[in-house]
């Protein structure tokens, strides 16, 4: 996944990726599996208008969508830490499901869920979880992952001193890298770059901006469309380049391990893929990166 960025700092422009191919994110330290290491990692099973209303749907509270997310909640994904307001591609895409389901707005319930929890094993307190969670094969053992709503390559964040090394993958081996743990970015720095020093590794995205910002790491890496947001707040920083993705690296929407929404879920976002609600909300909420040279 990505780095975390301060809920302070919200009224700054965003900046992602604006098309549905390109970390999300996160994923274990060591997991490099994506979602299309194994067919199992997702749902296959979509259900249809008939069997997708309010009062046939699987639920956490009758009559509700409870949705869980982090706090703080950050941008580009929402907007001023409050996923409630519609506001950020995430919030948008909760409420635009939620609508395609029969929710009124009102009927949407939010509750906090940290990242690295939201994975393990055991019973689940909301409908589905959506906080840029990659869907893999080493995750699905445990939860269930709708189809992908979102699909985000890596970046490498760096100051414009060490914009010319961190251009290319033979520059960056030579810096030292850091990531936050148990995301794919950090998977990203061990498999694609495979520096010659090991990444620091960050528990917060603070403790690695303040490592940028104090030469403690050379570039930071996360999902492009949080780099382009969180370079925005670093002064001096610049996205140097973007890693490409073997096979597609996609974000789900998480719930708990066999829970029968997940059909109606897929139902709902193959609706907006095909109306092209999901091209217009990434449209609205990611872009200003599709510039971004590939790393080579």
């Known amino acids: 996944m990505h780095l975390r960025r301060t809920a302070a700092l919200a009224a700054v422009p965003l900046f992602a990726l604006a098309a549905l191919t390109g970390c999300s994110q996160k ?4 997991d490099g599996s994506d979602a299309s290491a194994d067919a199992s990692a997702t749902s296959s099973g ?16 009758a009559g509700k969508l409870t949705v869980a997310t982090d706090s703080p909640a950050y941008e580009p994904w929402f907007e001023d830490n409050d996923p409630s307001n519609g506001k950020g591609y995430e919030s948008a895409v909760a409420y635009a499901i939620a609508e395609k389901l029969g929710f009124a707005d009102g009927d949407v319930d939010w509750v906090k869920e940290s990242f690295n929890s939201s ?12 906080n840029q969670i990659s869907i893999t094969a080493d995750r699905a053992e445990h939860v269930t992952f709708s189809d992908g709503y979102y699909t985000a390559d890596q970046a490498v964040i760096t100051l414009k001193k060490n914009a010319a090394e961190a251009s290319s993958l033979a520059g960056l081996k030579t810096l030292k890298l850091g990531a936050e743990t148990a995301t794919t970015s950090l998977t990203a720095i061990r498999d694609d ?10 528990d917060t995205d603070d403790q690695a901006k303040q490592a940028l910002l104090h030469g403690q790491i050379d570039g930071l890496v996360t999902d492009l469309p949080s ?7 670093i002064s001096g920083s610049t996205v140097a380049g973007r890693f490409a993705n073997a096979e597609p690296e996609e974000f789900g929407l998480l719930l708990e391990k066999g829970n029968p929404l997940v059909s109606c879920l897929n139902y709902a976002i193959g609706e907006l893929q095909s109306d ?13 990166m599709e510039d971004v040279p590939v790393l080579k």
Do not use: N
């Open 27 to 30: 994923t274990s330290a060591s």
């Open 46 to 61: 979509s259900a249809d208008a008939a069997a997708c209303t309010v009062d046939k749907l699987h639920l956490y509270a």
């Open 119 to 130: 994975y393990t094993p055991g019973a689940k307190k909301f409908d589905f979880d959506i």
């Open 193 to 202: 770059v495979q520096p010659s020093q090991d990444p620091l590794v960050f």
């Open 227 to 233: 780099a382009g947001y969180m370079s925005s707040e």
């Open 276 to 288: 092209g609600e999901l091209a217009t909300l990434q449209k609205k909420w990611l872009s200003g």
